[in-house]
């Protein structure tokens, strides 16, 4: 994030899909924030994970794009959702542009992994609609395996959420030989019923589309040989994680 010669602050924006439909409730205006503080194993954007690259833009530069799609967003129940990369990344930047979409009446998502500090956390979520928070695991050693830090942080985000009554969708990607502990999903289960502001939970099966990236950049994907999670193992781990 910087400044402008004027004050105002610009973010660097990866990219922005203007008719999602995975992101949160309805058709979604998506912006992805360059950077990222995760090392995630199964990552199919590590194309964001540089801070800096992209766009760079002013708030007033994405709600002014955002207007141009606000009929049909709103017709279909949807809004703007947040992701990146790690949007907490660009804290300063992301708290603004929150709080400028809802200010216009534009319903927010915010999409990460919660890898910030309590206050931080705290003044986004003041701005949020919806956080869909990524859980990689509830167990610490996996979580760490899988995304190169501490599930703390992710965990008091959630803490934060539901002090703040904001609506949670969790995430989890089902990924065969690192993530598939089904009493791992039972102890993930069982911890988020505390949680009354968890409206569900979801269960995204592990793909390799974005293993080209890793290529194109030069990098070794460590799944290349992991296979895609079969039916089965799908349909357990939601008869788990989503009754």
């Known amino acids: 994030m910087n400044t402008t010669e004027n ?17 949160g409730p309805g058709i979604r205006y998506i912006i992805f924030f360059q950077g990222c503080s995760l090392r995630c194993k199964y990552c199919h954007n590590p194309d964001t994970w540089k801070a800096v690259g992209g766009k760079e833009m002013t708030v ?30 660009q804290a300063e930047f992301l708290i603004e542009l929150l709080a400028a979409l809802q200010a216009h ?7 990460t992994s919660g890898y910030t500090d309590s206050y931080t956390a ?23 395996n899988v995304a190169g830090v501490s ?7 959630l803490d934060i959420a539901r002090a703040l009554g904001v609506p949670v969708w969790i995430r989890f990607v089902l990924v065969p030989g690192l993530t598939d502990d089904y009493a791992h ?23 390799k589309m974005g293993e080209y990236k890793w290529a194109d950049m030069g990098m070794r994907y460590q799944l290349t040989d992991t296979s895609v999670p079969d039916r089965e193992s799908l349909a357990r781990a939601r008869k788990i994680l989503e009754k």
């Not at 007033?60 to 967003?73: F, M, N, P, Q, W």
């Not at 599930?151 to 985000?157: E, G, K, S, Y």
């Open 122 to 144: 705290r003044k986004a979520l003041g701005h949020t609609d919806l956080l869909l928070l990524d859980i990689k695991s509830i167990d610490p050693d996996v979580y760490r």
């Open 7 to 23: 004050n105002e602050l610009t973010a660097y924006i990866h990219s922005v899909e203007t008719a999602g439909m995975v992101d």
């Open 60 to 89: 007033a530069e994405l709600l002014a794009d955002v207007k141009k799609y606000r009929s049909y967003l709103r017709f279909s129940g949807g809004g703007v959702t947040i992701t990146g990369g790690e949007p907490f990344v």
């Open 105 to 111: 009446g534009i319903h927010t998502a915010l999409d």
């Open 185 to 207: 999903m039972e102890q993930m289960r069982d911890y988020l019923a505390k949680y009354p502001n968890v409206e569900k939970i979801e269960v995204l099966p592990f793909h």
């Open 151 to 157: 599930i703390d942080a992710t965990l008091r985000t």
